[in-house]
């Protein structure tokens, strides 16, 4: 009684599925985490109840018992309630893989301003200094081909990197004009006015950098505070996850608005025919189709 040592292996499985250890999933990790899970799942002959959801029960259990086995407590948590483990696996997925995703994006956003950075000749060497000081540089575990210049970013402290202040001039984009129709829940107004995407639900982020603050000018003449700026995760038209990213927070804000324009430069393809706006990812995959309404907006409801 009260003894919860597990039995030991039976005599010549030591190197059998029971043996093989399931790799811990933290926040920085999943790419290897799901790849390494592939294999423990497959060494375990159960893959199949995750990749074409087979109806099998002895298979489901055994397959949510390594899910739990390889997910910390915050996560159990949160999708410790499905019933299947092919429901787990993609609630890990729309998780883990989003939050990545925003990583990767943001890093490689960073480096590009960073490798970009000129100092013109009516500069001097203390104000490029300070206004380099504006981007948040990446920390130590982004070490690649350019050791030199990662080694300098890694020497400065987040206590030293300044607050960055946006001053937006939308000239071409009235606001009110999207007030006249009813408001509805996650609404979109795709824009080719507006320069940038904007929203006031900061609930849709999943990735928010509070230290970008400012202002913004529309059309009208009126001015609203900028509260930060950062990436959503939506469902796009194929049903698959995409990242929208540069997303202005601007509480006062009551659209939603994509930017057409932003949304080219991302590498996405924009066509209009008839009534119809088509937008395609760099890949040719279809993201959205949207069909003018009465009033020659085009608005799209997104699955976020």
Not at 21 to 49: E, F, G, I
Not at 86 to 92: G, H, N, P, R, Y
Not at 246 to 258: A, D, G, M
Not at 281 to 289: A, I, S, T, V
Request: glycine content about 6%; overall charge neutral.
């Amino acid at each position: 009684m009260g003894d919860t040592t597990p039995p030991p292996p039976p005599k010549g499985k030591e190197n059998g599925p029971s043996s093989v250890q399931c790799p811990m999933l933290t926040t920085t990790n999943y790419n290897v985490w799901a790849m390494r899970m592939k294999v423990v799942l497959r060494v375990h002959k159960v893959w199949d109840t995750i990749n074409s959801g087979v109806p099998d029960e002895e298979k489901n259990d055994m397959s949510m018992a390594l899910l739990f086995q390889s997910i910390p407590e915050t996560v159990i948590m949160q999708i410790g309630d499905q019933e299947t483990a092919k429901a787990m696996w993609d609630s890990i997925k729309t998780r883990l893989f989003g939050a990545e995703r925003v990583r990767e994006a943001r890093l490689q956003t960073l480096s590009m301003e960073f490798d970009n950075m000129k100092m013109n000749e009516s500069d001097s060497i203390d104000n490029f200094a300070v206004w380099s000081l504006c981007i948040r540089l990446p920390g130590p575990s982004s070490k690649g081909s350019r050791s030199k210049q990662n080694e300098a970013r890694e020497n400065f402290d987040d206590a030293a990197y300044m607050h960055q202040v946006m001053f937006l001039n939308e000239q071409n984009l009235i606001p009110k004009k999207y007030e006249t129709e009813r408001v509805e829940d996650d609404v979109w107004y795709l824009d080719n006015g507006a320069s940038n995407h904007m929203t006031g639900n900061r609930s849709y982020f999943l990735e928010l950098n509070e230290n970008i603050t400012g202002r913004v000018k529309f059309g009208d003449g009126s001015f609203v505070q900028i509260k930060g700026k950062g990436s959503i995760l939506f469902q796009g038209k194929s049903c698959d996850q995409d990242l929208l990213t540069e997303i202005y927070y601007i509480p006062e804000l009551k659209s939603n608005i994509i930017s057409l324009g932003q949304a080219t430069e991302s590498g996405c393809d924009i066509r209009m025919k008839h009534d119809l706006l088509t937008m395609y990812d760099e890949n040719g995959r279809l993201l959205m189709k949207v069909k003018r309404s009465k009033n020659r907006l085009y608005k799209i409801r997104m699955k976020i």
